[in-house]
Every structure is written in structure tokens, then in C-alpha cells.
């Protein structure tokens, strides 16, 4: 699904770093350098869209002591699973918040090498560009795979919205150092979910996207992706993987 490049070549330099020096000095050097990239793009993703019949690449992952259980499902234009399948790796590296691209990428990058079909979407259970460095998982993964990607969290990680305007329109857009980086939105109920840009998807396109992914207050790639590892993590011994 993709192939050995510079940029997977540093994400797994700076884990080594980190676990030989515990610094985080190339991880910020590559959130800052690629988040720029993105930025200077957005405008120009604005003119993504999902074609008549995709195939949407849904990620989720949970963890157990020292062990990441990765998940991805493959949705059609129906919304219906077509595949899935899941990788038990080590972590690398630990939970350091703004940082969750160098935790659990390196279980989705097994997992991606199962993948042989072209996805239209990637969906990731965490932020884009709505991100302290403008750098989140969706970004980072979008990257490493070259795969159009988006953001879905539950909850903001910063950034400012109307919520009167949430309430009216069933959307708003977030702010972050005056900059609009993303949406919150009711698909439904009273909780929001909070969507951003990834990799070569615009800002304005986002909304549709959701509306068109979505049954219940979670999109169904990443919704289907969660009830998939949760039963892989409650039907396998962890202890006997390795």
C-alpha cells in the first residue's frame, strides 16, 4: 500500500531518539516541517471529494499492558464492512500528549501493509491540522500513506467555536491562532464530534463528508473500526502473541 520513504524513515527515528535520549527534538522538528506543508495545501483540498462508490479505510486502536491492537475496517459506498483486519505489535513509545501519531503509528503501518486495495478515505480515531503543532494522527498517517485522510475525535483538543451556532446550524467551525482548522459537529444527540483536515482533504468538504459517512453520532468508518478491535481484544489472550 505504500512504500519505504524519507518521511517513514525519520517517524521511526525520532521513536529511536526518544527511546535512546528521551527527547522529543526530531518529533517536533516533524510535526512543524510537514504541518506547514499542509497548511500552505488546505485551500487547494478544498476540491476533494468522495467518488459515486469508495472504499473508506476506517482505524481504531486499543491498548493492553505494553501491546497496541490496530483495526481497520474497509466500508463500501453503502456503508457496509467489505474487510477488516487487525495487528497486535509492541508499543514504542509512550503516551505523551500532542504526540499520538509516534504511539500508535507504528501498529497502523503493519497494519496498512495488509492493505491491497486503493483507498479513497482514510478516517482516524484523533485529530488533523486541529492540533497544538497543526500536526495530529490524520495528518501524520495521511502522510506516511499518501491516502486523502480526516480526523474524527469526540473531544477538542484546542481551539475555540460558537457554540449558538452549533446549536442553529448543527455545525461551526473551530478556531485555532485565528486560524479555521476544523468543524464541530451534532451528527447527533447533544455531543458533538470535532472533525479536521488530515492529509489532502480540504476544510470546506468536511461536513459533506461526515453527513455522508455517518448513521449515529460516531462516522461508521471509525465507529465499525472501535466495535471491531474491542471484540478482537475481548476474544484474544494477548499473553500468547508474542
Not at 476533494?48 to 486502536?61: A, Q, R, T, Y
Not at 503501518?109 to 495488509?114: F, P
Amino acid at each position: 500500500m505504500y512504500k519505504k520513504s524519507i518521511k517513514i524513515k525519520l517517524f521511526y527515528n525520532a521513536i529511536q531518539e526518544y527511546n535512546k535520549t528521551k527527547s522529543l527534538n526530531l518529533a517536533l522538528k516533524i510535526q512543524n516541517r510537514y504541518s506547514k506543508i499542509i497548511l500552505q495545501n488546505l485551500p487547494k483540498w478544498n476540491h476533494f471529494s468522495l467518488p459515486e462508490n469508495f472504499l473508506i479505510g476506517g482505524i481504531d486502536l486499543t491498548f493492553v499492558k505494553d501491546l497496541a491492537i490496530g483495526g481497520i475496517v474497509l466500508l463500501n459506498e453503502k456503508l457496509e464492512i467489505i474487510d477488516k483486519k487487525y495487528k497486535i505489535t509492541r508499543v514504542r513509545f509512550p503516551y505523551i500528549s500532542g504526540f499520538l501519531s509516534f504511539r500508535e503509528l507504528d501498529c497502523i503501518l503493519s497494519l496498512i501493509k495488509e492493505i491491497h486495495k486503493p483507498l479513497d478515505l482514510l478516517c482516524f480515531d484523533g485529530h488533523g491540522v486541529l492540533h497544538p503543532r497543526f500536526f495530529g494522527i490524520a495528518s501524520h498517517g495521511g502522510l506516511l500513506f499518501d491516502i486523502p485522510s480526516i480526523g474524527i475525535a469526540k473531544k477538542k483538543l484546542v481551539g475555540n467555536y460558537d457554540k449558538k451556532e452549533l446549536n442553529q446550524n448543527r455545525k461551526a467551525l473551530v478556531y485555532y491562532k485565528n486560524k479555521a482548522l476544523g468543524w464541530t459537529i451534532l451528527t447527533s444527540g447533544k455531543n458533538p464530534i470535532f472533525v479536521s483536515s488530515g492529509w489532502k482533504v480540504g476544510l470546506t468538504v468536511l461536513p459533506q463528508i461526515i453527513k455522508r459517512i455517518s448513521k449515529y453520532r460516531i462516522p461508521e468508518p471509525t465507529r465499525l473500526a472501535h466495535l471491531y478491535i474491542k471484540e478482537i481484544r475481548k476474544n484474544i489472550n494477548v499473553n500468547e502473541v508474542f
